[in-house]
């Protein structure tokens, strides 16, 4: 413990529980303050009519969410959403379980493969779109340039414009990756050396040893892994307003896409308020599932 906490624990007269609290309660006040009032004022506005001038016009009632369930690109922007989070948690998964299964190994040069690895997650996603604008170009990109080079294509192609929802998912996926290969491999630091020397005793093979002993031990975090990197895809913006701005002809307009356009390109405010927090309800709703999930493998 630090001087200057057990200064303050001296002075007071007070229990580790009670320093604990005394430190941590203002923080979560603060934490709360910041999240609570900017969700209620969120959660008032979607009852509400907005005049674009700038003046509330009426209370609407449940006006603005009766509109965003009958709304057809509601729909469509869902759906659209649940695709890209499908595609994205599938590449986080495989290339996080790959990463991790071959930074656990012994080789030269493995704390700095390390250390590196994390870096496409230290990058905010905004400047991760800029790179994949880059690495995409139908021009010059260097992923045309790659597979042109080896012969995989006859000429360079508009891979956004060909592959776009996959195209986006895969860079979002290189962003978020990294923190998957990290919660893999602490779960594959767990893992008993012994178990592996005993399965390989009973003359188990490689893919027989990582299902019987590896993957027990990594499903809390895969079930973490896919929680976090299904919220995260839920509502994520800023990668496909770089790539593609919800193009083309609406192909990545996703939900929080639709969102940014009512509220900010059209001035919806209300509407756009009530769009959101059926997102809000998406996302709770799919994190339960993963938690059930999670829950029920334990027991």
Known sequence: MSKSSESVRSKKGLTDSQLALFLIVPLVVFQAALSLYPSAMALWMSVQKFDPSGQWMSSAGAENYIKAFTDPEVAKSTLISLQFTIEVVLITVLLGMGGALLLNEQFKGRALARVLVILPWAVPEYASGVIFNYVYNENYGSLNGLLYALGV????????????????????????????????????????????????????????????????????????????????????????????????????????????????????????????????ILIIVLTAVYFVLLTRRRS
Request: charged letters at 10%; glycine letters at 8%; a positive charge.
């Open 153 to 280: 294509i006859p000429h360079y192609l508009p891979i956004v414009g060909q592959f776009t929802i996959w195209a986006v998912g895969l860079a979002y996926a290189w962003h978020y990756t990294p923190l998957a290969i990290f919660f893999f491999l602490g779960a594959l630091q767990s893992v008993p050396e012994d178990l592996y020397k005993q399965a390989k005793i009973d003359g188990a093979g490689a893919l027989r040893r990582f299902v019987a002993v590896t993957l027990p031990y990594l499903r809390y975090a895969l079930l973490i892994v896919l929680v976090l990197a299904s919220v995260d895809a839920m509502k994520g913006l800023d990668l496909i307003w770089i790539l593609t701005q919800g193009g083309p002809a609406g192909a990545t307009r996703v939900l929080t896409y639709h969102i940014f356009r009512e509220t900010f390109q059209f001035s919806n405010f209300g509407y756009g308020a009530a769009i959101a927090f059926l997102l809000l």
